[in-house]
């Protein structure tokens, strides 16, 4: 049974940095072609990519956030850890990890989504 | 502004058949493929179609997705209330090195 669920912080201050945890079972990331990646949704808006860590440790980031962001993979612990610098209000979302079994472009399985807040 | 244009709504009555449209460019949907996700109200998405045409185990045949040149589309026939969410389009973009998706479709059955 796979499984994908993120943690972190509910609510950060602006300037401040974000870190969110993506914690799986049920696969490996060590396995070929297997990708996790992260995906937001500010709330009542459209899903918006932001990364994704292939099993070989290549990386991908969204153009527009890729000064932002940093995605790091630990297999041991079966995590992937997403950073995001800089916050602001308009980064309020609900942030998703996601598997995917190949290529990347698309998952399969989904975590239930953390809100993150931004707000002094 | 999303890469993927998709129609805000759509709306049908329990039976009917609608189609959501998804519109790209040869970067994103003309040289890869499409993916459709289905997100019911308060849920994380769900992959629905993938590779264009292809239905994930446990996905209704009700569903069905095809690509023509830079447009893609999801079909839905016999519609049902359950049917009732927001559909993503996705698909890897060449010139963005990155997964693009649709701004979303709000399915209502009337």
């Known amino acids: 049974q796979i499984t994908l669920k993120e943690s972190g912080p509910t609510l950060v201050k602006p300037t401040q940095t974000l870190t969110l945890t993506c914690t799986f079972s049920?696969?490996?990331?060590?396995?070929?072609?297997?990708?996790v990646g992260w995906i937001r949704q500010p709330p009542g808006k459209a899903l918006e990519w932001l990364a994704l860590?292939?099993?070989?440790?290549?990386?991908r980031y969204s153009s527009s956030l890729k000064s932002r962001l940093t995605i790091t993979k630990d297999t041991s612990k079966n995590q992937v850890v997403l950073t995001m610098t800089n916050m602001d209000p308009v980064d309020t979302a609900t942030y998703y990890c996601?598997?995917?079994?190949?290529?990347?472009?698309?998952?399969?399985?989904w975590g239930q989504g953390t809100l993150v807040t931004v707000s002094s | 502004q999303s890469v993927l244009t998709q129609p805000p709504s759509a709306s049908g009555t329990p039976g009917q058949r609608v189609t959501i449209s998804c519109s790209g460019r040869?970067?994103?949907?003309?040289?890869?493929?499409v993916y459709w996700y289905q997100q019911l109200p308060g849920t994380a998405p769900k992959l629905l179609i993938f590779?264009?045409?292809q239905r994930p185990s446990g996905v209704p045949d009700r569903f069905s997705g095809s690509k023509s040149g830079t447009s893609a589309s999801l079909a839905i026939s016999g519609l049902r209330s359950e049917d009732e969410a927001d559909y993503y389009c996705?698909?890897?973009?060449?010139?963005?090195?990155?997964?693009?998706f649709g701004g979303g479709t709000k399915l209502t059955v009337l």
């Open positions: 049920g696969f490996s990331l060590s396995t070929s072609g297997v990708a």
């Open positions: 996601a598997r995917s079994k190949q290529y990347g472009d698309h998952y399969d399985f």
């Open positions: 590779s264009n045409n």
């Open positions: 040869s970067s994103n949907i003309g040289n890869n493929y």
């Open positions: 996705a698909a890897w973009d060449d010139s963005l090195s990155s997964v693009v």
């Open positions: 860590v292939f099993w070989d440790d290549d990386k």
